[in-house]
């Protein structure tokens, strides 16, 4: 796939559907409103609807009206652009509005993406879809401005772990580059994204990181929090955004994990390996998926459970792939 492929599939469109998976975060908002400047540039009609809101660190984007998290009130369009999805159904209820004529583009870097699309451009090399959307603007001929410029910067900055993950490369640091030359600022961007947490993350950062646990024999550390955390601390699962991050950075540990609660008797289970261990592999397991560093799956069952079942397949994981080695 190429970007003069997809570029000739959203010509042949004129009403268009954007869309990204539940849980936004800063590669899959930020590509949305890049995709949007960018359809309309093309002097198409285009609109974002997604399942789940905006997350609070990312009010200070621009463009945020063309979001809506309403279906019912969503017009008519003829093709729906898909971003950062491995499979449609992540996307929620929001697939119910995708009726059967309609024409699905699908433009996604996770390697386990299943090309639900009519037309997929899928590259596992780029470090997130903000690098894909790139490539697409310059071949468009489309010219970026400086909110779009930071649309697709917040993209990449957030899905490379603020350019810490194995996901960075040469041509991520360039795009970056090339990004910061439209006059964003990257000291402020970084102070609004993980320098501006409530006290409420605060005070659940410090009851989950009294709850960390490591296993030195399986390298693994994991951490967790409950419904009643939540509660007694006034935080939102919002609020444990980035927690596994501080899992990960134990010296030693291989595998974090993170476990939340979503509600009662399902759980979602956060993994990040530091590159020997597969962890997509872990996560496909349960109907899950992600990438080889980082991905996710939600299980059913009660807290305490879903950890101790976790924590045995990871350890066998781990012991099995010693031992191949």
């Known amino acids: 796939m190429s970007a003069e492929r997809m570029l000739e599939a959203i010509k042949r469109g004129r009403r268009f559907l954007i869309s990204s998976h539940m849980n936004l975060e800063g590669d899959s908002l930020g590509s949305e409103l890049a995709a949007a400047y960018l359809l309309k540039k093309l002097r198409k009609s285009c609109f974002i609807c997604n399942a789940t809101p905006i997350p609070r660190i990312y009010n200070f984007l621009p463009s945020l009206d063309l979001v809506k998290t309403s279906p019912e009130k969503i017009r008519d369009f003829d093709t729906a652009l898909i971003l950062d999805c491995s499979d449609i159904e992540r996307i929620g209820r929001v697939k119910d509005l995708i ?5 699905i583009l699908n433009i996604d870097h996770h390697p386990d993406n299943n090309n639900f699309g009519a037309v997929n451009w899928v590259n596992p090399k780029a470090s997130a879809v903000g690098e894909i959307l790139y490539e697409l603007f310059q071949k468009s001929g489309v010219k970026l401005n400086k909110d779009t410029a930071l649309c697709l910067y917040i ?7 603020g350019f810490r ?3 960075t490369t040469t041509k991520t640091h360039m795009i970056a580059g090339r990004l910061l030359e439209y006059g964003i600022k990257p000291n402020a961007i970084f102070s609004r994204i993980y320098e501006a947490y409530q006290l409420a993350r605060m005070k659940l950062l410090s009851r989950a990181l009294a709850g960390l646990k490591l296993n030195n024999k399986s ?8 419904e009643n955390m939540l509660r007694e601390t006034g935080a939102t699962t919002e609020d444990s955004d980035g927690f596994i991050e501080l899992v990960r950075s134990i010296e030693g540990v291989e595998v974090a994990i993170f476990f939340q609660e979503i509600e009662k008797n399902k759980v979602k289970v956060g993994f990040r390996s530091k590159g020997k261990i597969d962890v997509s592999e872990i996560a496909h397991s349960w109907g899950g998926g992600g990438h080889f560093a980082a991905s996710g799956c939600t299980l059913k069952g009660k807290l305490g459970e879903v950890e101790k079942k976790v924590l045995k397949k990871v350890s066998e994981d781990i012991s099995y792939g010693a031992k191949r080695t």
């Open 165 to 167: 993950y194995e996901n």
């Open 99 to 103: 009726a059967k004529d309609k024409v």
């Open 219 to 226: 390298k693994i550390a994991w951490m967790s929090v409950s």
């Open 155 to 161: 993209a990449i900055l957030t899905d490379t772990g």
